[in-house]
């Protein structure tokens, strides 16, 4: 049961030293009763103190660590909706290949998978996971497909089969890359579970409904196994978000312990992609912890990749670029110098705007706390005095030959500051639109 802010500080040291960032032990005592501070955060904190907040305050859905250096994460999560907080862990999107497939078609999915990236506002996405499916029937190519995809892509693998023997065979081949077996059933799972706890990997359960899959992850954590993974046995849309809705609602509203894990899904291959598609956008959009692909295709990627990055987005914190000047093209000290905020994907329009019109520029981007330019200039962050702050501290004078800094015209009002905050400087107003600066540059800087 979760404690009052009162009862959480009765197990603190009231000295209100502030070293955790809170006036008192009362406030600090508060935001743990919320969820918005861990008490590792305390520095006098006392182990009884650790121990009982540490259980009674641990994440609702649990951590599962996959991957040779078990960077890739998934669980974590405290609410139902981004909105409240944020979501944590992201999707992992896994691509399968079935081990009957021709050996030049699995050679170049492997390939793809490998060597896929997308780029969106500053961040390389990739390919999280690759899934082995048993089709042929022969263990020895099942094992064999596992150590190559393994040895090939560097990345946790899913191994689907439905015999227990051969994923218990695979499971010992790749023993330390910490990968999903994938699927155990009450009647597989003791094997399965040994398997899966002697090789270091997680174990994905399955059922028919959900009362027989909160008796497998019970019995399997009264075991002493708990790196558990859920799958569904629903096949709609419709099954799999009403679900997962109810899983992700026990898990966080009423730390209901035998659902608190993260959920795999296999899209299965439809005729239709716009299909397949749909079901991988409601898994991320609605608890997927890892979403297995039927087959590579880079545009479906693109689509995903740019949902979940969207999605997993701290809505507190804005996505940010570092604060410094930027080259755009192969500028010379003395390029045009133009200025904008560090809100990534402002940066990212500006620049390539800058780089379309053909010509070399230096974009200085000063700390906006990841704000828009209106956003960032209502707030007082993005100003003449802070603009010639930057500037200075960064020792922009002796960067540049320059001395003309171009600003955008939606804040044409910091001209006469930016110019007192930068002696020997003169300013230009720049378009309020980026899309509007290629003309710009033809028409004032050609």
Not at 239 to 261: C, G, H, M, W
Not at 392 to 405: G, Y
Request: some cysteine; glycine content about 6%; charged content about 25%.
């Amino acid at each position: 049961m979760a404690l009052t802010g009162l009862q959480i500080q009765k197990l603190l040291p009231k000295t209100n030293c502030k070293e955790c960032g809170s006036n008192t032990c009362l406030a600090f005592a508060m935001k743990l009763a919320a969820r918005k501070a861990d008490i590792s955060m305390c520095p006098y904190a006392s182990e009884e103190a650790i121990q009982t907040l540490g259980a009674a305050y641990e994440p609702p859905v649990k951590l599962i660590e996959l991957g040779e250096d078990k960077s890739l994460k998934l669980g974590e999560e405290t609410v139902l909706y981004r909105h409240e907080k944020t979501f944590v862990h992201q999707t992992a999107l896994a691509v399968n290949i079935d081990d009957n497939e021709k050996p030049e078609v699995i050679e170049q999915t492997l390939d793809n998978i490998k060597n896929y990236m997308l780029e969106r506002v500053g961040e390389e996405l990739r390919i999280d996971m690759v899934a082995i499916t048993q089709k042929s029937g022969n263990r020895e190519t099942f094992v064999e497909l596992a150590k190559k995809a393994r040895e090939r892509v560097k990345r946790p693998l899913v191994l689907r089969s439905a015999d227990p023997g051969a994923l218990a065979e695979a499971a010992r081949a790749v023993k330390g890359s910490h990968s999903v077996l994938a699927s155990a059933i009450p009647e597989t799972a003791e094997k399965l579970r040994e398997a899966a706890q002697e090789n270091g990997h997680t174990l994905v359960v399955t059922a028919p409904g959900l009362n027989e899959l909160v008796l497998l992850t019970a019995k399997l954590k009264q075991d002493g196994f708990n790196d558990l993974i859920l799958e569904f046995r629903s096949h709609t849309l419709a099954e799999q978000f009403q679900t997962a809705s109810i899983v992700r609602r026990a898990a966080i509203k009423d730390n209901y312990k035998p659902l608190a894990y993260s959920i795999l899904r296999f899209i299965e291959p439809h005729d239709d992609l716009l299909e397949e598609t749909v079901l991988a956008v409601n898994d991320i959009c609605k608890y997927g912890g890892i979403c297995v692909l039927p087959s590579f295709d880079p545009a479906q990627l693109a689509a995903l990749m740019t949902l979940r990055l969207n999605i997993y987005t701290d809505p507190q914190k804005p996505i940010q670029v570092e604060p410094k000047i930027y080259p755009i093209g192969e500028p010379q000290p003395d390029s045009p110098v133009f200025v904008t905020t560090n809100f990534s994907l402002t940066y990212f329009i500006v620049s390539g705007e800058i780089e379309n019109s053909g010509i070399s520029a230096w974009l200085l981007v000063p700390e906006c706390e990841g704000m828009s330019v209106l956003t960032a200039w209502a707030a007082g962050k993005f100003s003449g005095a802070t603009i010639g702050k930057f500037a200075k501290e960064i020792d922009l004078k002796n960067q540049v030959a320059s001395r003309e800094i171009i600003i955008p015209g939606y804040v044409a009002q910091i001209s006469g500051e930016l110019e007192e905050s930068m002696p020997g400087w003169s300013v230009m107003v720049g378009p309020q639109d980026a899309s509007d600066l290629e003309s710009f540059i033809r028409a004032r800087l050609t």
